[in-house]
């Protein structure tokens, strides 16, 4: 009997930093106490750079009152000041880890040892990170999932995502970090898969424990052979478990695990985690990564929309040059939990996902789901169209997106929902499809409708001459009709979107709307009719 997971618990995780894994000094987990350039393939005229937190500060800052045994991420400006700073360290016995290529050294003792350390002219330029971090892992109990999540997708994944479960060898050849919980190779669906663990931190133990299931989940649905379908069982995966069977974890681990990803070939770096706020040790990471060519995809989170229209986009997915991934559900539509912004890059599904945790086969939603489902498809991408990037497999798969939502790019669906079979036939000329996208119903701040917006897409490869749009706007519960319209549009280009904007009208509670997309050129003839509803108050069985 398959249980239902539902992500979406905060889990709130106080600063712990680990060691680097090398024959410097080593020292057990601990948790406080106290509370570039970028790549360019994730739109970024959307993209704001990463924030540098309140939390750091300068030397002269620091507090010289308090005793308590304090860590500080030192960040230095070369490779000589680096060097004579650990040295220091080493000498004062406050130093506990490195990361070499972010010239970035973990300290911890009292405040006065440490502001006596760092005051010396040798290090007046220091950049000094007190980092205070929520950790946001989604799993999630049904009973406090709030908002609606829409019909599941079971096994359907694959077929929406436009990736052929038949085909062999699926995303062989490609290297992907998977950094989350640790995963349990032994399960089901795992076996025979390439995974190798990267235990930096001692939390690779955890990998069969009962709280240690969303690391596998990931896992399955990336690469699943037996039970689960996952999208590319031939990738090579690296599991890098950056937090405990909790949700524990630190910016300092996810840092360390990028750069070390990056170093250990990984083309793609898979992140179904979260920060509600901007860490500059992370950016320092998500930057080095971006340099080397390596792309990183991340979870948008489970926030819902967030409110005066602010953005709801966790970090890393935030910061400019990562893949930020929503969710959907099986009828194309956002779920209330998936998190909203200008930040956001794609959707894929993520509602009722089935997936392995060890131990049985599960329902698994929310955008850790989703992010799976995109860094499958452009390994599956990338294997096919042989020496492609990881970052011109972004770019297909955006340039080739199936518009969903308001037209184009917003704020709900990004560029809209991943489509791998349109990615992979860009360059086929003769294909002619024209297709109904979505119809949107736009509400003021009362949560009524204000407008309704009709639009199709050209998903074909050559432009359209003609694209009629039929509109229908119906009161849902008496059937009365409310509008009809039909638009022509002329010469539409390839991948264009066309709408049409319904905005002077009363508009009921309950709201049936249905748009229809003609065109004599159509040789595809699919997906040429959607039908959406709109209720100010869902039955309460439906939520």
């Known amino acids: 009997m398959k249980k239902l997971i539902l992500p979406l618990l905060l889990l709130l995780a106080l600063v712990a930093y680990h060691l680097w894994p090398s024959a410097e000094e080593t020292t057990s987990e601990k948790k406080l106490s106290s509370p570039s350039t970028q790549t360019k393939h994730a739109r970024s005229k ?211 695990a990028i750069v070390t990803a990056v170093d250990s070939g990984a083309q793609i770096i898979s992140m179904s985690l979260g920060f509600t706020q901007g860490d500059a040790l992370l950016e320092m990471a998500v930057a080095y990564a971006a340099s080397k060519g390596v792309l990183v995809v991340a979870s948008a989170g489970n926030e819902g929309t967030a409110e005066s229209g602010e953005s709801s986009v966790l970090y890393p997915a935030a910061y400019s040059g990562v893949l930020a991934i929503g969710a959907v559900n099986a009828d194309s539509q956002r779920p209330d939990f998936s998190s909203t912004g200008a930040e956001l890059a794609l959707v894929a599904p993520g509602v009722g996902l089935i997936a392995d945790d060890g131990s049985d086969y599960v329902m698994f939603s929310g955008t850790s789901a989703s992010v799976p489902c995109v860094t499958g498809s452009l390994a599956y991408v990338m294997a096919i169209k042989e020496g492609m990037s990881a970052e011109e497999a972004a770019v297909l798969l955006l340039e080739n997106s199936n518009d969903m939502g308001l037209p184009a790019d917003d704020v709900e669906y990004g560029l809209g929902g991943v489509n791998v079979e349109r990615a992979l036939n860009a360059d086929s000329p003769g294909i ?35 694209m009629v749009l039929v509109c229908t706007l119906r009161d849902a519960v008496t059937g009365k009709k409310i509008y009809s319209e039909e638009k022509l549009f002329e010469n539409v280009p390839v991948g264009g979107s066309v709408s049409v904007l319904l905005s002077d009208g009363e508009f009921s509670n309950n709201l049936s709307a249905t748009v229809e997309v003609r065109s004599t050129e159509d040789f595809n003839n699919q997906n040429n009719r959607v039908r959406r509803s709109f209720e100010v108050v869902k039955p309460s069985s439906e939520k």
Not at 435 to 456: I, L, P, R
Request: with cysteine; aromatic share 6%; glycine share 6%.
């Open 432 to 466: 002619f499809d024209a297709a109904a996208a979505d119809v949107a119903f736009v509400k003021n701040e009362a949560g009524a409708v204000e407008s309704v917006v009709f639009t199709a897409q050209n998903r074909g490869t050559e432009e359209m001459e003609r």
């Open 46 to 256: 959307h993209r704001h750079s990463a924030q540098v937190s309140e939390e750091t500060t300068s030397v002269a800052s620091i507090d010289v009152t308090n005793e308590e045994q304090i860590e500080y991420a030192v960040a230095v400006q070369d490779d000589e000041q680096y060097r004579l700073l650990i040295e220091a360290a080493r000498k004062e016995r406050l130093f506990l880890s490195a990361i070499s290529p972010l010239r970035v050294v973990r300290l911890r003792g009292a405040a006065t040892r440490l502001k006596q350390l760092l005051s010396s002219s040798t290090f007046s330029e220091a950049t000094i990170y007190i980092n205070h971090i929520e950790w946001i892992i989604p799993e999630y109990e049904e009973e406090k999932l709030f908002g609606y999540p829409g019909r599941p997708f079971e096994d359907r994944a694959l077929n929406w995502l436009g990736i052929d479960k038949t085909a062999e060898n699926r995303g062989k050849g490609i290297t992907i970090a998977l950094l989350d919980t640790a995963v349990n190779v032994d399960a089901p669906s795992l076996k025979g898969i390439s995974i190798q663990e990267r235990d930096l931190f001692g939390l690779g133990k955890q990998s069969k424990e009962a709280a240690s299931l969303h690391g596998t989940m990931v896992a399955s649905v990336l690469a699943g052979k037996e039970g689960v379908v996952g999208c590319v069982p031939s990738a090579n995966i690296l599991s890098f478990p950056v937090m405990d069977a909790e949700g524990y974890g630190s910016s300092h681990n996810v840092a360390q």
